[in-house]
């Protein structure tokens, strides 16, 4: 797995100008599928939203139930698995 979310970033806003429509857009979140649906990784996603160059927010959710968020500095356990 790479998962490179600031090079993807980065990427995307090289691009800005070549796509008017981004100037709408003042979030990108980047959700981690590589392994869903795996024998490991099951049905687990997580979305990650980063800002200056820092992770400031994620989901995680499992079977399509939230489990765990990260806002504002905060991790909150949502439900156990």
Same mark, same amino acid.
């Given at each position: !797995?790479?998962?490179? /979310?600031?090079?993807?970033?980065? #990427?995307?806003?090289?691009? &800005? *100008?070549?796509? /008017?429509? %981004? *100037?709408?857009? +003042?979030?990108?979140?980047?959700? @981690? =599928?590589?392994?869903?649906? =795996?024998?490991?990784?099951? =049905?687990? %996603? &997580?979305?990650? %939203?980063?800002?200056?160059?820092?992770?400031?927010?994620?989901? +995680?959710?499992?079977?399509?139930? %939230? !489990? !765990? &968020?990260? @806002?504002?500095?905060?991790? #909150?356990?949502?439900? &156990?698995?």
């Amino acid at each position: !797995m790479n998962l490179y /979310p600031q090079r993807m970033l980065h #990427e995307i806003e090289k691009r &800005r *100008a070549s796509f /008017p429509d %981004l *100037a709408h857009v +003042d979030e990108i979140w980047i959700i @981690e =599928t590589i392994g869903y649906g =795996t024998a490991f990784f099951g =049905t687990h %996603l &997580r979305f990650e %939203l980063y800002k200056d160059g820092a992770e400031v927010g994620s989901f +995680d959710f499992n079977n399509g139930k %939230l !489990m !765990m &968020r990260f @806002e504002e500095g905060v991790d #909150e356990v949502v439900e &156990r698995y």
